[in-house]
Nanobody, 128 residues
Framework: QVQLVESGGGLVQTGDSLRLTCAAS????????MGWFRQAPGKEQEFVAA????????YYEGSAQGRFTISRVNANKRVYLQMNSLNPEDTAVYYC?????????????????????WGQGTQVTVSA
């Protein structure tokens, strides 16, 4: 099993950047693929980005492509989401999640049911 704790959220202005951190505990962190999801008020949770266990493959949801970067440092048991050019539509609670599904040439896991382990979330608010 793996336990996940997100941090780094906050209140920023349009155009600003934020870096979210997901700290993992457990012996086998490097064997998990990792993902970020978000849930805006009144909306369903949606996939943002994912990264393979080695960090060699990444996959992004459409609006995140080109603005967000997911990365990981297995030695430190950390996953990061660098978010640039933020806009009010990015306002949401952001969740880190771990999966045993693998990435492929077609992409990485991007469905909630593929991720059995979740953090508690961190709030990101982008003001206009």
């Amino acid at each position: 099993q793996v336990q996940l704790v997100e941090s780094g959220g906050g209140l920023v202005q349009t155009g600003d950047s934020l870096r979210l951190t997901c700290a993992a505990s457990g012996q086998t962190f490097s064997s998990y693929g990792m993902g970020w999801f978000r849930q805006a008020p009144g909306k369903e949770q949606e996939f943002v980005a994912a990264i393979s266990w080695s960090g060699g493959r990444t996959y992004y949801e459409g609006s995140a492509q080109g603005r967000f970067t997911i990365s990981r440092v297995n030695a430190n048991k950390r996953v990061y989401l660098q978010m640039n050019s933020l806009n009010p539509e990015d306002t949401a609670v952001y969740y880190c999640a771990a999966t045993t599904y693998s990435c492929s040439d077609n992409g990485c896991p991007n469905k909630r049911y593929e991720y059995p382990f979740w953090g508690q979330g961190t709030q990101v608010t982008v003001s206009a």
